[in-house]
């Protein structure tokens, strides 16, 4: 009898199928980072309610934050909320940015169906031997594993990098053999944060021209875009309009983020916005009714921002809407 993993047992599931399928789709599985309840409830009525697949993303912060083993509870809970709603998308609970493999190991043990170990700030060749001791681990384990190549410039947590070093197209074939990763995180011209080009310039498009490298020399395999938040202007001027201070950010083009989409790309990752939306609806009710202090009568507006954004984005930006 084939051994039960721990995720499973909170209904989760690896992202190996869900890959596969996104690839043949070409399409790419939203992975959203959340930080508390409503976010959390936000993203799975989003993708349930537009048929897509989800990895409910949470960081080394955010899970502390939350508390390791509330998070557990809180994805079971959000599994057993999206079933109930007739809804079979396949869910699964993402590390975001590692940083060390004891952390890791501890999101397995804690019910995390895949990881990312993000080495990509070491040298080569440490980079492969901290990759591949998570692979052994987690694949024992039934879990799959992210790893990067390229560093994001800009600010995740804690994790931080002043400029972006592009992804060597010409490493990405013995970073893979030698490790056995899933997926791989592949730095093209996205960056982390809200500011994610200078004001006042041209946005650079992303460089295709690496990802299609990448994609000759590891046909089918699966590609993960990471800082790919639009930074919606719309939300961007509605905290500047009631009080914020948001000058000069700016995010990936929607229309950047669709061609990546069809390509190998087939998870894209987005904080940012869900950020932005939540932060500026909360300000807007704050401005507009002073003497509110029920947090379920801002949170709430927020939650329901969040859902309509998420359907949109499945939609129209991901393509993974309406496959489950």
């Known amino acids: 009898m084939e051994k039960t993993h721990k995720y499973q047992e909170l209904g989760l599931v690896n992202t190996k199928e869900m890959f596969k399928k996104a690839m043949e789709g070409k399409y790419a599985v939203p992975a959203y980072n959340f930080n508390n309840m409503e976010q959390l409830q936000a993203i799975v009525t989003g993708c349930a ?19 390791q083993t509330l998070l557990q509870y809180m ?6 909320m999206i079933r109930e709603t007739g809804s079979n998308i396949p869910v699964t609970l993402h590390l975001d940015h590692g940083d060390s493999y004891e952390l890791c190991v501890s999101c397995i043990e804690s019910g995390f169906s895949s990881v990312m170990i993000d080495g990509s700030h070491l040298p080569f060749e440490e980079n492969v031997a901290l990759t591949k001791k998570v692979v052994e681990y987690a694949h024992e384990r039934g879990v799959t594993v992210e790893g990067e190549l390229g560093v994001l410039a800009g600010i995740e947590d804690e994790v931080s990098h002043a400029v972006s070093n592009y992804t060597q197209p010409e490493e990405v074939q013995d970073f893979v053999k030698r490790t056995g990763v899933d997926s791989l995180a592949i730095s093209i011209g996205t960056s982390h944060g809200a500011y994610k080009f200078k004001p006042g310039t041209a946005v650079p498009p992303l460089r295709f021209d690496i990802l299609e490298e990448v994609e000759k020399r590891l046909p089918g395999f699966p590609i993960v875009l990471h800082g790919a938040s639009s930074v919606l202007p719309k939300y961007v001027e509605m905290i500047n309009q009631f009080g ?25 990752n987005i904080d940012s916005d869900g950020r932005l939306v939540m932060t500026a609806v909360i300000r807007k009710v704050f401005a507009e009714h002073p003497a509110e202090f029920d947090p379920r009568k801002y949170l709430g507006p927020a939650r329901e921002a969040l859902v309509e954004m998420i359907m949109e984005k499945n939609t129209n930006v991901l393509g993974s809407a309406g496959r489950y």
Do not use: D, F, T
């Open 49 to 67: 309610k537009s048929g897509s697949p989800v990895i409910l993303q949470v960081s080394s912060g955010a899970r502390k934050y939350a508390n």
């Open 244 to 268: 914020g201070k948001l000058e000069g950010a700016v995010g990936v083009p929607e229309e950047q983020l669709r061609k990546a989409a069809a390509s190998s790309v087939c998870k894209i």
């Open 75 to 80: 994805a079971q809970g959000a599994v057993k």
